[in-house]
């Protein structure tokens, strides 16, 4: 299906906002869900690309998602104009679940990680913890603060908020009021998403990860972006599961931290 681009612009540096005509999407789509988007039909950028769902406005159908030019084909999207086409197919995925009455989401982002957790924001006012190499990937806090989140950002460089990994933002959080119940979500690098799985385990404490992975289908026929899992029965305790199926959201107990 053909979705007609409504806004195709950029938000700073080499991020940009894509907004689309999309009502079957928009009208169920959740936070963590992904849509699987076919650039064009060229012989070297056939395969879609999978770009989680950063917003949606069902009332007019429309889609957003957050993305960086990484490659040729991110680079081609950028190009295109409002009244261009996209192909997009979606919601894909098993996405959040909502906090529930009286938890308090912490949403812990890695560079734009961060868009995967904004519809969040629709149910319950909460933190979003910040990581990012330098100040130029710091992106869509001014939308996290106006939704009534509290946002603290750490930078690898110190060039915005706190010196170190966004990890290091956890221990301070808790020890402000030990009474608060928290839930965490957590969207990012792999090494990023491995060390805060540790570091909530040990301190037992409760969340979801997306685990996005490189995906071929998005429909969970070519088992190109499996990750590990933990399960019991197997030998191992683990066993692979397709990320654009039984994810890319999965409950931290379920995640096989490596």
């Not at 940009?16 to 650039?39: D, M, N, Y």
């Not at 030990?178 to 990012?188: D, E, I, K, V």
Request: proline fraction near 6%; include cysteine; glycine fraction near 12%.
């Amino acid at each position: 299906m053909k979705n007609q681009i409504l806004v195709n612009e950029r938000i700073r540096g080499d991020y940009f906002k894509l907004v689309f005509h999309a009502p079957e999407i928009a009208g169920s789509a959740v936070a963590g869900t992904f849509t699987h988007i076919r650039i064009d039909e060229r012989q070297d950028r056939m395969l879609r690309r999978p770009f989680s769902i950063h917003d949606t406005d069902p009332a007019n159908g429309s889609v957003t998602v957050v993305y960086k030019v990484v490659g040729r084909g991110t680079a081609a999207l950028s190009a295109l104009k409002s009244g261009d086409t996209v192909d997009a197919m979606g919601p894909l995925g098993r996405g959040f679940t909502p906090p529930e009455p009286g938890v308090t989401p912490v949403a812990v982002a890695g560079g734009y990680g961060a868009a995967a957790m904004y519809m969040l924001s629709r149910k319950s006012r909460g933190v979003l913890l910040m990581g990012a190499r330098s100040a130029a990937d710091v992106i869509l806090t001014e939308r996290y603060r106006d939704a009534g989140y509290d946002v603290r950002v750490a930078t690898n460089d110190g060039s915005v908020g706190t010196r170190g990994f966004v990890t290091d933002l956890i221990a301070p959080l808790l020890a402000e009021d030990p009474t608060r119940r928290f839930f965490f979500y957590g969207c990012g690098p792999h090494p990023m998403l491995m060390a805060l799985a540790k570091l909530l385990e040990a301190r037992g404490l409760d969340g979801e990860l997306s685990l996005d992975q490189i995906m071929c289908c998005g429909v969970g026929a070519c088992f190109g972006c499996v990750v590990k899992v933990n399960d019991p029965g197997s030998p191992d305790g683990w066993r692979y599961a397709r990320s654009c199926k039984e994810g890319p959201v999965f409950p931290l107990a379920d995640i096989y931290v490596e």
